[in-house]
């Protein structure tokens, strides 16, 4: 088989970006990027208003983020740390941070318990960090709820649930713990004394799309070039059909868009095409609003609103200027809600609150978080993708084989170079 000279990228987002920026450094020449949108960043996705930016996407990043945090670092991109607290708001209406949300609901010595559980699981699972959803312990299938019970953490997993909602990815009750346990240790760790050390965070002052932006400056880039169509055939090279008209041949494509949606181009009855009809995900609304009478300065989760049975009330919202009455709010809504019915459910959360909703400035709808459930992780779900990686010289990257945050669906497309192409 002759060396791979030509590759192509399907997707502009943070995966495929950094697939094409880790080809590069390991010293391939010719990659382009196909995006079908007219700009880079997938859900990373910032407006510019004349207030400042507004993060209609990924919002923050961890001090865990060192893929993303050290792309800043070697792109110039300004950081600074997220400036206000995160807080928990109880279904009396009182404010909590997380050590006082816990003992509210539970003795200390149920907490002490937990916690040091907690820590015990954070070891035991340490493997949950790796790039990959593939080769994990049958037990982490099974409801994050059942998980966390077992493991005798379930306080800890209910001051959890906030931003495990709040952020998009579902119900604990449902989604399996391998999920969940990629994101809770970014939230708080066990701090040595009986406690918990909350997560620290970053914003970017000037847009978080401003970092793919500035990685995607040197490299080969096409906007508007939607992939329609690819055949792959072993022995030969990989077409592309861009826009339904253009046909283009590489030696090798990575495939890094949504992959719930990529059965659109791949070949029909494929096994690819099939395991990715798999995928699930979730409405997930961002809205940038006005409103008068709510509280500013913080980052607040809503926590009776974190249930199946609230689905389309607002998990959380934040303010990080007190000063101005300018917050973000964030909303699983089910496949029925219309965007009006959504609008009604904001205003009455904040009503409930003693504010007014006094307009949504912009909104955002995503198809979020593609993830499969424990049935076909028991049956070997990311074992079969993972072996299907370089048929027929095509790759399969993103958040869907990892996690969905930025720097999981990063990381998975890192490795993934690493290993096929280094």
Not at 82 to 98: M, N, S, T
Not at 395 to 413: K, M, P
Request: proline share 5%; charged share 20%; net charge negative.
């Amino acid at each position: 088989m002759e060396a791979i000279q030509t590759i192509a990228v399907v997707g502009a987002g943070p995966a495929g970006l950094t697939a094409a920026d880790t080809l590069r450094q390991l010293g391939y020449k010719k990659v382009t990027v196909f995006e079908q949108s007219a700009r880079v960043g997938g859900k990373v996705c910032t407006a510019q208003t004349p207030a400042g930016p507004v993060e209609l996407g990924a919002v923050i990043a961890s001090a865990e983020c060192e893929l993303v945090l050290g792309l800043a670092q070697r792109l110039d991109v300004p950081l600074a740390p997220y400036p206000v607290e995160q807080r928990f708001l109880d279904e009396q209406g009182a404010r909590h941070d997380a050590m006082s949300f816990l003992a509210s609901r539970y003795s200390a010595d149920e907490i002490r318990q937990a916690i040091a559980n907690y820590g015990a699981a954070l070891e035991r699972y340490a493997m949950v960090r790796y790039d990959t959803l593939a080769g994990m312990p049958r037990e982490l299938h099974e409801p994050f709820d059942r998980f966390a019970a077992r493991n005798g953490f379930t306080p800890v997993a209910e001051l959890a649930r906030g931003a495990l909602v709040g952020f998009g990815y579902g119900y604990y009750e449902i989604v399996p713990a391998l999920y969940f346990m990629k994101l809770i240790p970014w939230l708080f760790r066990p701090d040595g004394q009986g406690g918990l050390a909350p997560g620290r965070f970053h914003v970017f002052p000037q847009g978080f799309q401003g970092l793919w932006e500035e990685l995607a400056r040197d490299l080969d880039v096409r906007l508007g070039a939607g992939v329609t169509a690819l055949d792959s055939h072993p022995g030969r090279p990989v077409q592309l059909t861009v826009n339904g008209r253009d046909q283009h041949s590489f030696d090798a494509v990575v495939v890094a868009a949504p992959l719930h949606t990529a059965g659109a181009f791949l070949p029909a009855g494929s096994e690819a095409a099939a395991l990715f009809a798999q995928l699930r995900s979730n409405r997930y609304l961002v809205s940038a609003f006005a409103a008068n009478g709510l509280p500013g300065g913080e980052f607040l989760f809503l926590h009776q609103n974190e249930r199946p049975e609230r689905i389309g009330h607002m998990n959380a919202w934040a303010n990080r200027n007190p000063a101005q009455p300018m917050y973000l709010g964030w909303q699983l809504a089910g496949d029925a809600s219309s965007t009006g019915e959504l609008r009604e459910l904001l205003a009455a959360d904040i009503a409930a609150q003693g504010g007014t909703l006094a307009r949504v400035v912009l909104q955002q709808e995503w198809d979020y978080f593609p993830h499969v459930d424990g049935a076909a992780l028991d049956a070997g779900y990311f074992e079969r993708i993972d072996a299907l990686q370089g048929q027929g010289r095509v790759y399969y990257v993103g958040g869907a084989l990892n996690f969905e945050t930025v720097e999981h669906s990063a990381r998975q497309a890192r490795a993934l170079m690493r290993r096929h192409f280094g």
